[in-house]
């Protein structure tokens, strides 16, 4: 951080994960000197490797909105994702599920794009015998075949005995470590050959679905008609299914993040965010107080304690200096607004900590920080007393459990942040 | 009266007491003797000791076996130490029947060591050797038992037997209990009452109790929940063993409420994510009640409460501020609890006798037969109050008073014939050995199925000939990784154990009660029931989800402010694979 006040502005962007990577590359791209705190952050290491605009069940149906074209570039810098621009992709789940997704990461197979719409004559997927946790081919094929999107366009799954050569303890392995294991080349030419002969076994099939860690296939080094997203009619494309938490997904992402990033300047220390003095903001890491910065954005995560380690009063800290949020919201009510005049450590009763039973919309409520107003686009920009500190992803949430929308607030946060070097300047 | 001795009966053995009592009813032609209703212990074990004794026997349960008290309980079967002030015959029978039960279930019991602290105080030396007298007193009927004598343990002891202990101590105690797994001990009696011709239905409500007209014959009205079909089972005796829904139960053949009271007191458990102590060791709450905690496979358990309940029955939630009043009480003198993750908290509504003006603690743990002829309704049977550890003596005086009220006199053997899995020791590791399955699971299917561990796999092959399955995954298939249950005995529990949900695979195998709450497993289990029953996935899928909805309620209320949003997260993260909610019919374009 070399720049002198006055001249770049200079912001902090506490989180790393994928609200703060977004944040982060914005408000370079907007001129600002960038320091970034915190470590990658727990939500994004939990992406099944779909990434969808609104939460999905609210977006079934609805037709795909066009995406702002710097989430399009953002995206397309991190590498390793597909986003359709007019369309959704349709992502098998290893839950057995079929599902629409905005956009997806490029190892994961669209079936949207096999068999767009009904009435077409599409192949049955294969789906490899393969010992593998969670996996089981022969269930997994019933119940996606039996899937509506599946039955209208008459598409068939099929389970395939497959030697991929794995060893009984290979199913121990967690699927990103597994995934490492095509990088070996004896591996993964045993692994085409594989896929080979169960496409001359079945003559017809359209795609093969993988467990997850299966299409971490390097681009370069695979034929033609095994790469990942491969071309639909001519070849045989293999992708993997959508996988829950500790999937590859999630490892291919942080670790995407981890190279756009700057390193970060402080992983685990506390990082009380104190009141700004003259209009400027100075951190505490490590003990010590930092240059100080003219905004922050707090990109934290729904998760406080995700992408920092913040002592237990800390979130109070940070959220006292944000009165217009509110505490963790469950359906139908508010629990009552946090507000400056709580004094130390937030103890929200618990008995409010409840999901709802039998309540659609409920299940699986977020439990962020909810905002006073639902829009997704709404940022602390606007709603925030103390100018300078800027809110993105989850923790201005109530709505961002996507992807999309992280990075969506994360670049708007980023931009402001940037933007705001006069103002900062000058009360300095 | 011949045309009706056509209708549906099940047949009994030949030159059986039974044909002869039909013959003397007139040809009236019951389905069954006895009608059982309710499916937790005590109607479990009355239904494998009438079956023992030659009758033809039906239970109903409205949930799932094991689902109230018995199934949510502290698993203890105690010695009953605190009868041996006011009625030591108490104790000298519990501890009878405590040994009985190692007799026919080795496998389903363990050894819970006690520790028993006594804190630094005015009254604290005085206290030990008061303690020291009655446990002395105690130890005479540990033998029964196998039970071992106890110890009189100084502060410095007690630190080194379990270093997490704080505080001042005068010394304290060491005793000796049996702990069991609650659910299993039920399987354990419904598999045998099966195997002995007993009729069990599961997710079955009785709707009706009437007295045929011309007969002395109650037709018993069910229903089954989950398909809706009713059934009419005629039947000689209706037993009513529904614990705390007793009173309901009762009304269901006419009588009132008050005719089977029942002082309903709710107890709540939490389990946490790690093992925190050596022992079990007893700590006294803010009210001066006495609460324990104790390890349990890689869990700690705490518990309990005990509270008059007047809600729901079938919807028994702990609540945050009992998880408070529990956990305050323990971290006095384990504090390292509050850095433990509560994994889930689990409440029960134990059945006790009812008693007008006493604390909830002090009301008896007796349990008694009530006749209800007394009521005007001959041949109906109510079992109140009782405990896990007395299911059994409990269960053999409810079917002494069928047996006297049907004339017949065959003697109780309940106390000698094994139960399913007791007949033989297996040992674990060569059963992993000899199917090459993890060392772990086959010590958690040895405990719960005891000498029938290794017949689960037998069943595996023939129901799986329509469906090859890949080489690569040999017999020991996990399903649940915390635990861990392999698919095995969960189409083992479906298919013999009548397991119907992914919530009653769960109460028969543990699947899903590990520290991940049955994330990773719920959906897998859906499919395999779904599959094992005919059903299409998405009604496995939205059992799973159901029992990953409760789960996380049960988690919610024992979570801090930063836990719960982790869990929300990873809750959220989860939908996002499964993408459903329960009431969903699963349609999407």
Known sequence: VTASAGTTPRVAVLGRGLAGAAAAWSAARHGASVASFGQAGLATQLSSGALDWLPWERQRGRPPVSLPPELIHFFDELGGYLLPTDASAIVATSSGVLREARAHDAHVLDLAALAPAPGLTVGPVLVPRVNRPGWDADSLAVSWSAERWALA???????????????????????????????????????????????????????????????????????????????????????????????PAGARLSAALTRSLPPPIASAARLPVVPPVGGRFVLEVDGRDTEPFDSVVL?????????????????????????????????????????????????????????????????????????????????????????????????????????????????????????????????? | VNASSQGPTVASPPDHPTERATAAWGGTGADVDVVILGGGVNGAGVARDCALRGLRVALFERNDFAFGASGNSSGMIHGGPRYLTYDPSVTLSSCLDSGYIQDIAPHLLFRIPFLFPVAKSRIGRPMLELMDGFFEAYDRYQPLKRGKPHARLDADELRRLEPGLIGEMVGGMAFDEWGIDGPRLVMAN???????????????????????????????????????????????????????????????????QKAAPIRGGKGIHIVYDRRISNFAVVAQTVDGRQIFIYPWENTTVLGTTDDDYYGDLDNVNAT??????????????????????????????????????????????????????????????????????????????????????????????????????????????????????????????????????????????????????????????????????????????????????????????????????????????????????????????????????TQAGRRAVALGPIQARQEALALASLRSEVGLDPSDDGSHS
């Open chain 2, 190 to 256: 419904i598999v045998d009452a099966i195997e002995h011709g007993a009729n069990v239905q599961t997710h079955t409500t009785v709707e009706k109790i009437e007295r045929e007209p011309s007969s002395d014959l109650q037709i018993v009205t069910s229903r089954d929940l989950l398909t809706g079909k009713a059934t009419r089972t005629r039947c000689r005796v209706v037993v009513n063993a529904t614990g705390a829904w007793a009173p309901l139960a009762a009304t269901l053949a006419g009588l009132p």
């Open chain 2, 320 to 549: 945050a501020d009992e998880v408070r009043y529990l956990e305050q009480a323990i971290a006095h003198m384990l504090p390292g609890i509050r850095d433990a993750r509560a994994i889930t908290t689990y409440a029960g509504v134990r059945p006790t006798l009812y008693a007008w003006g006493k604390n909830e603690d002090k009301l008896s743990r007796e349990h008694e037969v009530l006749d209800h002829r007394v009521d005007g309704a001959a041949g109906i049977f109510s079992m109140v109050g009782g405990k896990l550890a007395s299911y059994r003596i409990f269960a053999k005086e409810a079917t002494d008073a069928v047996m006297t009220f049907l004339g017949r006199n065959e003697p109780c053997s309940t106390h000698r014939l094994p139960l399913p899995g007791g007949e033989t020791r297996l040992d674990a590791l060569s059963l992993a050995t000899k199917l090459s399955i993890d060392a772990v699971s086959a010590r958690r299917l040895v405990y719960r199925h005891g000498g029938r561990a290794d017949s689960i796999f037998s069943h595996r092959t023939a129901a799986s000939a329509h469906r090859p399955r890949p080489a690569s995954a040999p017999n020991g298939r996990v399903v649940c990784a915390c635990e861990p249950v392999l698919e095995a005995e969960v189409r083992h529990v479906v298919r013999h154990e009548l397991a119907r949900t992914v919530a009653d695979v769960s109460r028969r195998t543990r699947l899903g009660l590990g520290a991940c709450g049955g994330m990773r497993c719920a959906l897998t289990c859906g499919r395999i029931v779904a599959e094992e029953t005919g059903a299409p996935p998405i009604v496995g899928r939205a059992q799973a989800i159901r029992f990953l909805s």
């Open chain 1, 299 to 428: 990109a934290v995560g729904g998760v406080l304690s995700g992408g920092l380690e913040l002592a237990r009063t800390d979130p109070a800290a940070i959220l006292s200096a944000i009165p217009r949020f509110h505490a963790p919201s469950f359906p139908g009510a508010w629990i009552g607004a946090l507000s400056p005049a709580h004094e130390g450590a937030i103890e929200l009763p618990p008995d409010d900590l409840r999901w709802g039973r039998d309540l659609r919309t409920s299940w699986l409520e977020a439990v962020g920080i909810l905002h006073a107003t639902e829009s997704p686009q709404v940022l602390a920009a606007r709603d925030t007393a103390i100018q300078g500190l800027f809110v993105a992803g989850d923790a201005a949430a109530g709505h961002s459990r996507t992807a999309l929308l992280a990075v969506a607030t994360g670049l708007e946060a980023g931009k402001h942040a940037a933007q705001r070097r006069a103002a900062g300047s000058r009360s300095g």
């Open chain 1, 153 to 247: 366009r008459k598409l068939e799954f099929v389970a395939v005995d497959a030697d991929f050569g794995l060893l009984q303890s290979d199913a121990l392995l967690p699927d990103a470590d597994w995934a490492s294991r095509l990088r070996d080349p004896g591996r993964l030419q045993h692994h085409l050959a594989t896929v080979a002969s169960c496409r001359a076994r079945v003559p017809g099939a359209s795609a093969m679905l993988a467990p997850a860690g299966f299409g971490l296939i390097s681009a370069d080094s695979a034929p033609e008609w095994a790469r990942p997203g491969g071309e639909g009619g001519r070849g045989l494309p293999i992708g993997e299914v959508l996988s829950g938490p500790g999937g």
